[in-house]
């Protein structure tokens, strides 16, 4: 019961790694904002661990004050924010569009900076606070993700410029940067390419030093560490979570 009266919020939290990081929380003590585009699935999620569900489109600056400003009056306070919202649009640069580029880029680096920038407010006040950014694998580049890769980075980079402005009050900044995890995001890049789920994950698991691939779980147990006491000395981290160097 580690988070025992701390109130975290999860963006992204209705499904996958999202998910599994809430049901953690909740699991180790915490008091759980489940938040996602939909109500309903971030109700299915936050209903079995006594959460609050929130719905939110994190690219849109006041559902995000909205979200935050419930979260700290329904239940206190705001201890920790986890960011996994976000979405893929996969493309050879060449055939990639405008509203590709912009919906992954909102997405991901202005939904999070909407979030971190609220979340400040009330951690900063209460001198503690913990953020945690879901970067990826492919911030070191891979093909047909200029728009991913470059949101991925680019959170890399704001959580090491926050974890220097925001120390001086006790908040801990960090990413975490998963390789392939079996969820819905990577099931939709398989039928994409046209290749069966079961297949895709095999051929990826064969490029794994541990030879498997990776669940919502061993990316939550990430987060959780890097939200803990336990961690009290890292900040402006990214841990790559990739069964592998």
């Given at each position: 019961m580690k988070f025992k009266d701390r109130v975290v919020l999860v963006t992204g939290g209705a499904r996958g790694i999202g998910a599994a990081t809430a049901?953690?929380?909740?699991?180790?003590?915490?008091?759980?904002?489940?938040?996602?585009?939909d109500?309903?699935?971030?109700?299915?999620?936050?209903?079995?661990?006594?959460?609050?569900?929130?719905?939110?489109?994190?690219?849109?600056?006041?559902?995000?004050e909205a979200m935050v400003g419930r979260a700290v009056s329904e239940l206190g306070r705001l201890d920790v924010l986890v960011c996994c919202a976000g979405i893929i649009r996969d493309n050879m640069l060449y055939k990639m569009s405008d509203d590709d580029w912009d919906s992954v880029i909102d997405t991901h680096l202005k939904?999070?900076?909407?979030?971190?920038r609220a979340a400040q407010k009330p951690m900063v006040e209460?001198?503690?606070?913990k953020m945690v950014f879901l970067s990826s694998?492919?911030?070191?580049?891979?093909?047909?993700?200029?728009?991913?890769?470059t949101a991925k980075a680019g959170l890399q980079g704001m959580a090491r410029t926050l974890a220097i402005e925001l120390g001086p009050f006790n908040i801990n900044v960090n990413t975490v940067a998963p390789g392939f995890v079996e969820t819905r995001m990577t099931r939709a890049t398989a039928e994409r390419m046209g290749v069966d789920f079961e297949a895709f994950k095999v051929g990826a698991a064969s490029q794994i030093p541990l030879r498997r691939v990776g669940q919502p779980e061993d990316i939550a147990s990430v987060i959780s560490f890097l939200c803990s006491e336990d961690s009290s000395f890292v900040s402006g981290q990214t841990i790559y979570v990739r069964g592998g160097p």
């Open positions: 049901s953690r929380f909740a699991q180790e003590g915490a008091r759980v904002v489940v938040s996602d585009m109500l309903a699935p971030a109700e299915e999620v936050a209903g079995p661990i006594n959460g609050l569900a929130v719905a939110c489109d994190v690219t849109s600056r006041e559902q995000v939904g999070t900076f909407f979030c971190a209460q001198k503690f606070g694998t492919s911030a070191l580049g891979n093909r047909g993700q200029t728009n991913y890769s």
